[in-house]
């Protein structure tokens, strides 16, 4: 089997990559480790930039979105029993869009299948050869066989724990990392969200964050120990501790119902450098992650993305190779101011162990100072819609 670019993984930014390079003209296989309906069962992102979704209609691949998306021009900032407003529209002029990441995947999966192009699923011992050379080439077993992909390029989309920045020579790459000693636990039910808009709310029993999937379908988290269990947390408790860390406003208008999903997420904000190793290209989570708090992840996967997209664009449409060797750069400049907000929106509203009464206090000066500064709400609303790419 030959391809022009191979796509290792069938997250959002492999099924995004793809859907560029189709529409380019270029061809590409996904390899996903994982079966289609495992894929699509992951809860993850629910917060989309406006470059997200303008990728998305690049695409054609929007009308779900603009149909069952919730344009959201504000978010708030609890803290103790105060909140405050975020107007993103009126500080920024722009807003973010709610719609799952389930979603994007699933839209993006039935485009692909739609166009005829090849994803192979369940794709085990998946490994990357020869990038340091001019003739990549990518081996994996299914159903018993090995199968063999050669390609001109390898685009690793592969997540965090995937097989691709592995791949790298020791001594090649540098990493930066902060473990948070926390985690979230997070849950799915089908009640009304307790606000219209989402709420992020820095309490002292630690933080939580009201969000939602839709109108009828809430997504909820809440700050617990890194290594708790799911199985300590029975909805019960889980409804108790969300309302005691609420404004008693915003507690009121919480609608228990039963879970249909409930996980632990661990905290992480971590970066690779660089993105590029010959012929062998990191994209999205395989290459940097960041905590939860700013909702940057996924639109972070996007923006790398469309620089790689374009960058292909250039070397088969012009035959120049700059972007390509302007491509790590480019996306580790958006990446490290990506990584710098949610670092602050998680130092802003957790609680840490090693905290002292006066680290708290600051942790209140900063949430102030957004109530009285128009600049600061104008900050953290720039970054929180998106920087531009
Ligand atoms: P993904 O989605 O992890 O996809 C990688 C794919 O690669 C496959 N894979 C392999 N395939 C072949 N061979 C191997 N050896 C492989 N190893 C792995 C995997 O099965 C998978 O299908 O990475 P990608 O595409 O870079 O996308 C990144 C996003 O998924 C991630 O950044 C976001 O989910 C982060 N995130 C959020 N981002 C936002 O922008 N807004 C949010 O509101 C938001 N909320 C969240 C989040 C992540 C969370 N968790 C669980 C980490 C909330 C949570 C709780
Ligand atoms: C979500 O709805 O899952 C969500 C929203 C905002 C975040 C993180 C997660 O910052």
């Not at 973010?96 to 692909?112: F, K, N």
């Not at 691709?164 to 799915?188: D, M, Q």
């Not at 799911?230 to 409804?239: K, L, M, N, Q, Y």
């Amino acid at each position: 089997m030959r391809t022009q670019v191979a796509i290792v993984g069938s997250g959002p930014a492999g099924l995004l990559l793809g859907a560029l390079l189709g529409k380019a003209g270029i061809d590409t296989v996904i390899l996903e480790r994982k079966s289609k309906d495992y894929v699509l069962s992951r809860i993850r992102a629910g917060v989309l930039e406006q470059g997200t979704v303008d990728m998305l209609a690049e695409v054609g691949v929007d009308a779900r979105l603009h149909a069952e998306g919730l344009v959201h021009e504000g978010f708030a900032v609890g803290f103790a029993n105060r909140r405050l407003r975020i107007d993103l529209k009126d500080l920024t002029g722009k807003a973010v869009t709610v719609y799952g990441q389930t979603e994007v995947t699933r839209d993006l999966m039935a485009a692909r299948e739609a166009a005829g192009l090849t994803t192979v699923y369940e794709a085990d011992h998946v490994a990357l050869h020869g990038f340091d050379g001019a003739s990549p080439r990518v081996t994996w077993t299914k159903d018993g066989r090995t199968h063999e992909l050669a390609c001109d390029f390898i685009a690793g989309c592969d997540g965090f724990h995937g097989v691709s920045r592995a791949s790298v020579p020791v001594g090649k790459l540098r990493t930066f990392e902060r473990v948070y000693p926390f985690g979230w636990l997070g849950i799915l039910a089908d009640v009304p969200p307790c606000s219209h808009e989402l709420i992020y709310a820095g309490h002292d029993r630690g933080f939580a964050l009201c969000s939602m999937r839709s109108k009828t379908r809430s997504r909820y988290y809440i700050q617990c120990g890194a290594e708790e269990d799911v199985a300590a947390w029975p909805d019960g408790r889980f409804w108790e501790e969300l309302r005691a860390r609420l404004d008693p406003e915003a507690a009121s208008h919480v609608v228990t119902g039963p879970s249909i999903e409930k996980s632990i997420a661990p905290l992480r904000s971590f970066v690779a450098e660089p993105l590029r190793f010959g012929r062998l290209f990191l994209a999205g989570d395989a290459a940097h992650i960041v905590p939860p708090t700013g909702a940057k992840g996924l639109n972070l996967a996007a923006s790398d993305v469309h620089y790689l997209a374009e960058a292909f664009r250039e070397h088969y449409g012009a035959g120049s190779g700059d972007a390509l060797d302007a491509y790590s750069a480019r996306a580790l400049a958006r990446i490290w101011k990506a990584e710098r907000f949610s670092w602050w929106m998680t130092s802003l509203l957790h609680r840490f162990s090693d905290q002292n009464t006066f680290d708290r206090r600051m942790q209140e000066a900063e949430f102030i100072y957004l109530e009285d500064s128009r600049a600061a709400r104008t900050a953290l609303a720039e970054n929180y819609v998106g920087l531009p790419f």
